[in-house]
C-alpha cells in the first residue's frame, strides 16, 4: 500500500503562488503516474496535472498550462505542484494520488479512476 501525504494549501490574494508538495512512502519505481487533482464546491473532481515516472512526462489541464507546473524529487520521493498566478476558479481542495502499472504519457493516465492511492486534500483558496 502507498500513502501519500500532501501539504502546503493555504490562503493566498488572486495573483499569488504557492507550492503544494505530495510526499509518498514508496520509492521511486517505473510505471507510476502521480498527479494531483481538485474539487471545488459543488463541482466534481477533476485532474489538474500529473507526473509520468516512466518518462517524465506531463499532463497539465488547459485551465492551469502556462502557470502550474509539476516535478518531482525521486531522492525525496516527493511530487511537486507549483502554483502561480493563482486565480479565484483556482480555490480547491488539492489531492495527491498515484496509479499503479502505467507506462509513459501521463496524458494518458490522468484521470480520477487510474489513480489507485489518494492523499488527504490540502485546501488551496486564491481571493480577490
Known amino acids: 500500500q502507498v500513502q501519500l501525504v500532501g501539504s502546503g494549501g493555504g490562503l493566498v490574494q488572486a495573483g499569488g503562488s504557492l507550492r503544494l508538495s505530495c510526499a509518498t512512502s514508496e520509492r521511486t519505481v517505473n510505471r507510476r503516474v502521480i498527479g494531483w487533482f481538485r474539487q471545488a464546491p459543488g463541482k466534481e473532481r477533476e485532474g489538474v496535472s500529473c507526473?509520468?515516472?516512466?518518462?517524465?512526462?506531463?499532463y497539465y489541464a488547459d485551465s492551469v498550462k502556462g502557470r502550474f507546473t509539476i516535478s518531482r524529487d525521486n531522492a525525496k520521493n516527493t511530487v511537486y505542484l507549483q502554483m502561480n498566478k493563482l486565480k479565484p476558479d483556482d480555490t480547491a481542495v488539492y489531492y495527491c494520488?498515484?496509479?499503479?502499472?502505467?507506462?509513459?504519457?501521463?496524458?494518458?493516465?490522468?484521470?480520477?479512476?487510474?489513480?489507485?492511492?489518494w492523499g488527504k486534500g490540502t485546501l488551496v483558496t486564491a481571493s480577490s
Open positions: 507526473i509520468s515516472s516512466s518518462d517524465n512526462s506531463t
Open positions: 494520488a498515484v496509479g499503479l502499472g502505467y507506462g509513459s504519457g501521463a496524458k494518458y493516465y490522468c484521470y480520477e479512476d487510474t489513480m489507485d492511492y
